[in-house]
C-alpha cells in the first residue's frame, strides 16, 4: 500500500466552543499561534475553564480500525460545569493530530466523519459531521510524511449531551487509494467506448476500478407491481476523478426485470439528461448528482404486461462520458429494486372478494409506504415516501398530512419513522426527506422539498394510473382477487393546500416553523417534542465571542437568524386546531419547549384553555405510539371528518396579528401576503380587525411598506385610517406605500427596477433556495498558486452544498457566458411546469480584482449595491476596511433574474476567512453582508468588523 495512516493520536483540550460557533473561528489556541504551531508534550498546559485546574493539557489516544475515540477527558466535572449552564456546557472543542506517510506518489481518496472540518498539511478540507459517508475528498500527494490535523467539536445535537460519564465525541477515517494510479496514461483512455463489463484486458479491469469510484448512490423510484415506475426522474451521483473537466454526454438505461422463475424482458432505454450536456460538467474532483428522466412509453402492450409483472427489476445506468480529447464510458450495475405489491395486506383482516369494481370510490386493502422521485424547486431530483390510504377516492378537496421526521432520521431506510403514523382511510401521508436525513431544521430549502414533494405525488399518481387504467387492464392480487380500474374513473391525492403538517423532534420543531410561516396552507398541526428554537434548544449563551464583540453588532447578526425564531410568529397560526405532545421525561428536547408554545399560543388567543398539552407521562422523547395513539388518532378523524367546514384561520379570526422579520421566508397569513419592508429585518406586522356586519377589514401597520390581499372577502379595506372601498380581489391586490407616507393601490409593475421585494431579500442563508444549481464563478486568470486556491475553495463549497443539502452546483470561470443562464432559465421552465422561483443564484470568488465578472457585476447598469473593492480596501457605504486579511461576503442583485453572492478578501487569507462564513448549515448568524479579519481565528464573531443590510434600493446599513 502507498500509504500509511498513523494508529497514535495527538490530543490537545477539552476547550469551551458555543452552538454553531467553529465556523466563525473562536479557537482559543489561536492566541499562542495555532494548533499547527504547537508541538506535542507532555508539559505544556493551556488555559480552559472547562478544567478544575483553568488548564488542560496533551494526551494520546489510539486508533482502531480508524476509529478515533471515543475522547475522554476523565478530570473535566461536567456535571458541575452544567449546574448554570446546562448542557450547552458539553459543547466542547479539542484538536487531534496523526500523520499520513506516502510511500510514492499517490491519488487518494479521503473523508473524515463525525467532525466538520480537517488540514492536510494545512489545507483545509469539509468534513462529514453528521457521518453520510456520501463524499470523499481526492487528493494527489507526493512522498513524504504529511500531518493530519483534526478540530473536533462536541456538538451536543450531533453526539447528545448528558451522559453520566461525560460528552464523547470520536471521528472515523475512510481512505483509501485511487486504484487508477495511472489513470491519466492515453492507454487508459483511448479514443474509443469501453464499458465496464468488457473483460480479458487491461483497460477494461481498470475501468471497472475506476467505474466504481466514480458512479454510486443512483436514485431510482419504486417499482409498483401491475403499475410501473413511481416516477419517471432518478439521478446518478458521479465524482470526477480524472485531472481535466469532465461532461456527461448521455445516460442509458438498461432495465431487466426479473419473474419469480426467470428474467422476462430486458428493456435498454437512452435517459433525458435534465441539465443539456454543456451544463452537466464537472471539474477535477468534484462530485454532482445528475439528473435525469425516462420511460417505458414505446414497448409492445405484450412487453410492458410482462415488465409490469415483474417481482424485481434490475437497473443498469450506463454513462458517456467526454473529456476535450477523449470519450468513454462507465457504467453502474449494483441497483436492484423489488417490486411493491400495491395491494399487499398489512393486517390480517383483508377482504375476500371476487371482484370489485371500480367506480367513484375504489375499496383496497391497506397497502405498503413506496418511494417516489420528483423535481424539487432546484430543478434537482429528489425523493420522498408516500402512505397510500385504505380507500382511493376522487374527494380533491380532502386533506394530506405531511410527515416530517426528525434529526438524523433517514426516510429511506428509517421503516419506524414510516410506521409511526397509521394509514388513514382516505387521506394520504407523505414523508418528505427534507433532502437529507438531517437537512435545514424544515427551513429555507427543506420546507421547499417538502411542499414541492407534495406536488410531486400528485403528478407521480397521475403518471401510474395513466399507465395502469389504459386498456382497462387489471390487477391479480395474491389469492387472484381482481380490482378492476377504469379508465373513466380517478382518483386524488387531495388538495396540497389543505395539509395537516405532523412531526416529531426536529420534525416537530418544523412543523411550528411551517405553522407559523404558512398557516394558510394547513387545516391542523399535530407537534411532538418540537424545539422552539435552535438557540433555545442548545443555548447560544456559551459562545467564546460574548467576551469580545460589541452587543450592538451581536444584535445585528442575530436578526439574520431571528425569521426562524417559531415563538416569535407564533401570533401567526392562531386559529389553527392544533395537538402539541410530549414525554413528561423527555431529556432530548425537554417538555418545557412544547409548554411555552402552549402558553403563547393562549395568550395570543385570550383564552388559557384554547389549547393543552398533551404531556404523556412516565414517556421519554421518542416511543412507538407518539404519533399512533388514541389521542392522536382521535384528534386526526375529528379534522378530516370536519375538513370540508374548516376554513383558513383567515377567515374565521375576527381579530389577528401577522408578525415577521422576513417576508422571504413568510408565506399566504391571515389571506395576506406581505411583500416588502420600511426597515428590512426589523420585526413588523399587521394587525387586523374584521367586521363582518359591514364586510369591511381594519389594518394597523408597523413596518410594512406592501402588501398583497389573496384571500379574502371584504371589499372595504382600511389601512392606517385610510379607506379603500369596492376592492376586487379576484387576482390579489397589491397595496405599497409611496414616499409621502401614503397607501396606494399598486396597478404598475412592482417592484420597479433596482428595488428589492421579498424575492430578493436575503439573508446569506437564501443562497440554498436558488431555483438553480448554484454557479461558483473563480477567475480564470492568475498566478498557478492563487488559481489552485480559487479551485480549493469553490470545490469546498460545491462539496458542502452536496452534503449538507443534497443540491448541486456548477464550478466555471469568469469568461462563461452569461447567455447560459438565459439558457437554463428557459429550459428549466419547460421542464419544471413553470414551478420555480423568480431568482437564482451565482456565487463568486475573488481577490482584489482578480475576478473580472465581479467588476462586471458591481458595474451592471441598475445595481446600485453600496459596496466597492479594490486590492487596497473594502468600501462598505462610508466606511474603509484595508486591514491585511480582511475579507467580504456580501449579497448582490445581478444580471437578468441572478442574486449574487459576492466572497472577496483583500489577500488569500481574507477570503478564505471570508469563504468559511458562507452558512452550510442552519444557525449561522450571517446577514446581507459581513466584512471579517484574522482575528475571528480567535475570537469568533468578537473579530468581525463590520456587519448588515441592505436597504430597499440597496443602501448598505448596519454595524
Same mark, same amino acid.
Given at each position: ?51 478544575? %485546574? ?112 461525560? *460528552? ?126 425516462? +420511460? ?6 405484450? +412487453? ?38 400495491? @395491494? ?31 423535481? /424539487? ?44 403514523? +397509521? ?54 392480487? /395474491? +389469492? ?14 387531495? @388538495? ?39 438557540? /433555545?434548544?442548545?443555548?447560544? #449563551? ?8 460589541? *452587543? ?43 409548554? %411555552? ?115 379574502? &372577502? ?64 473563480? *477567475? ?8 489552485? #486556491? ?26 462563461? *457566458? ?118 475571528? &481565528? ?22
Amino acid at each position: 500500500m502507498s500509504f500509511q495512516l498513523s494508529s497514535v493520536w495527538q490530543v490537545l483540550g477539552p476547550f469551551p466552543i458555543g452552538m454553531r460557533e467553529q465556523d466563525f473561528g473562536a479557537d482559543p489556541l489561536e492566541a499562542y499561534g495555532g494548533f499547527s504551531q504547537l508541538k506535542y508534550s507532555k508539559t505544556s498546559q493551556f488555559p480552559s475553564e472547562l478544567s478544575p %485546574k483553568g488548564q488542560v493539557g496533551w494526551t494520546k489516544v489510539k486508533s482502531i480500525d480508524n476509529v478515533v475515540g471515543p475522547l475522554l477527558f476523565p478530570d473535566i466535572r461536567w456535571e458541575q460545569n452544567g449546574i448554570p449552564f446546562g448542557w450547552s456546557i458539553e459543547q466542547y472543542q479539542a484538536w487531534a493530530r496523526g500523520n499520513l506517510k506516502i510511500s510514492k506518489k499517490s491519488h487518494i481518496l479521503i473523508q473524515l466523519h463525525g467532525v466538520t472540518s480537517f488540514y492536510i498539511n494545512q489545507q483545509k478540507y469539509s468534513g462529514d459531521l453528521y457521518g453520510y459517508k456520501s463524499t470523499l475528498h481526492w487528493v494527489e500527494l507526493e512522498t513524504g510524511t504529511y500531518s493530519l490535523e483534526v478540530r473536533l467539536v462536541h456538538d451536543v445535537r450531533v453526539f447528545g449531551g448528558g451522559n453520566k460519564n461525560g *460528552p464523547q465525541c470520536q471521528f472515523s477515517i475512510s481512505i483509501y487509494p485511487l486504484d487508477c494510479g495511472t489513470m491519466v496514461d492515453d492507454a487508459l483512455f483511448p479514443r474509443q467506448q469501453y464499458h465496464r463489463f468488457h473483460s480479458n484486458t487491461s483497460t477494461a479491469n481498470t475501468t471497472t476500478l475506476l467505474g466504481r469510484d466514480m458512479i454510486k448512490q443512483v436514485l431510482m423510484p419504486s417499482f409498483i407491481q401491475y403499475q410501473g415506475f413511481a416516477g419517471h426522474f432518478g439521478s446518478v451521483s458521479i465524482h470526477n476523478l480524472i485531472p481535466e473537466t469532465l461532461h456527461v454526454v448521455s445516460i442509458r438505461l438498461v432495465f431487466q426485470a426479473y419473474h419469480h422463475i426467470s428474467d422476462v424482458i430486458t428493456v435498454l432505454r437512452p435517459a433525458i439528461l435534465l441539465q443539456r450536456s454543456n451544463h452537466t460538467t464537472m471539474v477535477k474532483g468534484q462530485q454532482r448528482r445528475i439528473g435525469f428522466s425516462f +420511460d417505458l412509453k414505446n414497448n409492445t402492450v405484450h +412487453d410492458e404486461t410482462l415488465f409490469l409483472q415483474a417481482n424485481k427489476v434490475h437497473v443498469k445506468v450506463i454513462v458517456t462520458f467526454a473529456t476535450s480529447t477523449n470519450t468513454f464510458t462507465l457504467v453502474d450495475d449494483s441497483t436492484t429494486i423489488n417490486s411493491i405489491d400495491w @395491494n399487499q395486506m398489512n393486517t390480517n383482516n383483508r377482504n375476500k372478494a371476487s371482484s370489485v369494481e371500480a367506480t367513484t370510490t375504489t375499496t383496497l386493502p391497506t397497502s405498503s409506504v413506496f418511494l417516489y422521485t420528483f423535481l /424539487d424547486f432546484d430543478g434537482s431530483v429528489q425523493y420522498a415516501k408516500a402512505k397510500r390510504p385504505k380507500v382511493l377516492d376522487a374527494n380533491e378537496n380532502k386533506p394530506i398530512i405531511l410527515a416530517l421526521h426528525g434529526a438524523g432520521v433517514d426516510v429511506e431506510h428509517d421503516t419506524f419513522w414510516t410506521d409511526s403514523i +397509521d394509514a388513514q382511510d382516505s387521506v394520504w401521508i407523505v414523508f418528505p426527506t427534507g433532502r437529507t436525513s438531517w437537512g435545514m431544521d424544515w427551513h429555507g430549502p427543506s420546507m421547499k422539498n417538502a411542499f414541492y414533494s407534495l406536488e410531486g405525488l400528485a403528478e407521480v399518481m397521475d403518471l401510474l394510473f395513466s399507465r395502469a387504467t389504459d386498456g382497462n387492464r387489471s390487477q391479480p392480487s /395474491d +389469492d387472484q382477487d381482481w380490482i378492476v380500474v377504469e379508465k373513466s374513473e380517478s382518483f386524488s391525492i387531495g @388538495n396540497i393546500n389543505r395539509l395537516i403538517y405532523m412531526g416529531h423532534s426536529n420534525g416537530g420543531q418544523g412543523v411550528w416553523y411551517l405553522a407559523t410561516h404558512h398557516p394558510d396552507r394547513a387545516i391542523a398541526a399535530v407537534a411532538a417534542a418540537g424545539y422552539v428554537k435552535i438557540q /433555545d434548544y442548545v443555548s447560544y #449563551n456559551n459562545w467564546i465571542s460574548h467576551s469580545h464583540i460589541d *452587543p450592538l453588532l451581536f444584535g445585528v447578526l442575530e436578526s439574520a437568524y431571528a425569521e426562524y425564531n417559531n415563538d416569535l410568529h407564533l401570533s401567526n397560526m392562531v386559529g389553527l386546531p392544533v395537538l402539541a405532545k410530549c414525554g413528561s421525561e423527555d431529556d432530548n428536547v425537554p417538555p418545557l419547549h412544547s409548554r %411555552k408554545y402552549v402558553r403563547l399560543l393562549n395568550e395570543y388567543s385570550k383564552n388559557p384553555n384554547l389549547i393543552k398539552l398533551s404531556e404523556v407521562e412516565g414517556k421519554g422523547h421518542w416511543w412507538d405510539t407518539v404519533l399512533n395513539d388514541q389521542e392522536t388518532n382521535d384528534f386526526l378523524k375529528k379534522i378530516i371528518q370536519q375538513n370540508d367546514n374548516l376554513q383558513p384561520s383567515s377567515l374565521n379570526q375576527h381579530h389577528f396579528i401577522i408578525t415577521t422579520t422576513n417576508p422571504a421566508s413568510l408565506g399566504v397569513v391571515h389571506g395576506i401576503q406581505i411583500e416588502q419592508l420600511l426597515i428590512p429585518y426589523r420585526k413588523s406586522s399587521l394587525v387586523g380587525d374584521m367586521d363582518t356586519e359591514n364586510n369591511s377589514l381594519n389594518l394597523k401597520s408597523l413596518n410594512v411598506s406592501a402588501f398583497k390581499i389573496c384571500n379574502r &372577502k371584504e371589499s372595504t379595506i382600511t389601512i392606517d385610517q385610510m379607506v379603500f372601498h369596492h376592492v376586487n380581489r379576484k387576482e390579489g391586490v397589491l397595496f405599497v406605500l409611496d414616499n409621502n407616507g401614503k397607501w396606494m393601490i399598486e396597478t404598475s409593475k412592482w417592484p420597479k427596477r433596482g428595488e428589492r421585494s421579498r424575492l430578493s431579500y436575503g439573508p446569506i442563508h437564501r443562497v440554498y433556495e436558488s431555483s438553480k444549481p448554484l454557479m461558483i464563478v473563480i *477567475p480564470n486568470q492568475s498566478q498557478s498558486s492563487t488559481i489552485d #486556491n480559487y479551485r480549493h475553495l469553490a470545490l469546498q463549497i460545491s462539496h458542502d452544498w452536496y452534503l449538507y443539502g443534497g443540491g448541486d452546483s456548477m464550478i466555471v470561470t469568469d469568461d462563461h *457566458p452569461l447567455v447560459t443562464f438565459e439558457e437554463i432559465e428557459m429550459e428549466s421552465t419547460e421542464t419544471m411546469n413553470n414551478r420555480i422561483s423568480p431568482f437564482f443564484f451565482r456565487i463568486y470568488l475573488d481577490i482584489g480584482n482578480d475576478n473580472q465578472a465581479v467588476s462586471q457585476l458591481l458595474g451592471l447598469n441598475g445595481n446600485n449595491v453600496d459596496i466597492e473593492i479594490n486590492h487596497s480596501a473594502i468600501q462598505v457605504g462610508s466606511r474603509y476596511f484595508d486591514r491585511p486579511g480582511s475579507g467580504i461576503l456580501f449579497l448582490s442583485p445581478g444580471s437578468l433574474n441572478e442574486m449574487a453572492i459576492v466572497i472577496s478578501g483583500l489577500d488569500l487569507e481574507g477570503l478564505q476567512l471570508a469563504c468559511q462564513l458562507l452558512p452550510r448549515r442552519t444557525g449561522m448568524l450571517i446577514p446581507e453582508w459581513v466584512v471579517t479579519s484574522p482575528l475571528t &481565528k480567535e475570537q469568533g464573531v468578537g473579530g468581525i468588523l463590520g456587519a448588515g443590510y441592505f436597504g430597499n434600493n440597496w443602501q448598505a446599513f448596519g454595524y
